[in-house]
């Protein structure tokens, strides 16, 4: 061995751990996959307009309009921009939404 000791010794040191890292690194993949599992299997508590929109094949500004009008049950955490609604495949979720209230009825005009 004609190199430098320490230099010997570090890239004995990187092959000794390498194997101790490729097996943390392969535990902490698991784990986050197994959180993500999980999030995924649990539903969420509530949805963002755009996931609500998303889900009734709507638009983020019609959902935000229904929970204007009050149709759509929804909080607006303080500090936060985004309104949350409460998601019926969750426990205690709103299954059925009250629908918008109605216009009244137009009358026709005699002779139009």
């Known amino acids: 061995m004609t190199g430098r000791p320490e230099l010997e010794l570090a890239g004995a040191l990187a092959e000794a751990l390498r194997p101790l890292v490729r097996e943390l690194v392969a535990e902490e993949f698991e784990r986050r996959l197994d959180l993500e599992r999980d999030r995924q299997a649990e539903p969420a508590p509530y949805l963002t307009v755009a996931e609500y929109a998303?889900?009734?094949?709507?638009?983020?500004?019609?959902?935000?309009?229904?929970?204007?009008?009050?149709?759509?049950?929804a909080?607006?955490?303080?500090?936060?921009?985004?309104?949350?609604?409460?998601?019926?495949?969750?426990?205690?979720?709103?299954?059925?939404?009250?629908?918008?209230?109605?216009?009244?009825?137009?009358?026709?005009?005699?002779?139009?």
Not at 54 to 73: D, M, N, Q, Y
Not at 78 to 101: D, F, M
């Open 54 to 73: 998303e889900r009734h094949r709507s638009t983020p500004a019609a959902v935000r309009a229904r929970i204007r009008r009050g149709s759509l049950p």
């Open 75 to 112: 909080i607006h955490p303080p500090g936060s921009r985004e309104y949350l609604i409460p998601n019926a495949q969750q426990p205690g979720g709103h299954a059925t939404i009250r629908p918008a209230k109605s216009a009244p009825a137009t009358q026709e005009r005699p002779g139009a």
